[in-house]
């Protein structure tokens, strides 16, 4: 195999590489949003619209609100729209409002359209999640998620 030839057959192994990990994810947000204000040692995560490995992702929401108000130890996550694996997901969703207000050791998560195997496809519309105060309480939604 001449000079010419070994790097064709690399380019070619690399480019085949590269589509057997496809990703694909777009993204249209609008509104967004996400407030933590105040309290002591919280957390809030938003993960909207990854992909990785041979997944694909589209998702387009509307609203999109996220607030964790003061209080300690809370923890607030929403995951839309993510795909890994052979994973494949689209979401629509509209409304989409998550609110979390004080307490302590309070645990809110919503998960929606998100793919690690499979297909997912979400069209939603007002969605809401809100758990007020409290102590060691957890609340979650999962819309049309799909695993291994």
Known sequence: MNTTSKLLAALI???????????TSNV?????TQVQAGGANNKQTANIGNAQGSGQSNVKAAGVT?????G?????????????????????????TQ????????????????ASAGQSNVKAAGVTQVQAGG????QTMNVGNTSK
Do not use: E, F, I
Request: proline share 0%.
């Open 66 to 70: 996220q607030v964790q108000a003061g």
């Open 99 to 114: 609110v979390q207000a004080g307490g302590a050791n309070n645990k809110q998560t919503l998960n929606m359209g998100n």
């Open 135 to 138: 102590a060691q309480n957890a």
């Open 13 to 23: 192994a690399v480019a085949a590489a590269g589509m057997a990990h496809a990703q």
């Open 28 to 32: 249209d947000l609008k509104g967004g």
């Open 72 to 96: 300690a130890n809370n923890t607030q996550q929403m995951n839309m729209g993510n795909a890994s694996g052979g994973g494949k997901s689209n979401v629509d969703a509209k409304g989409v």
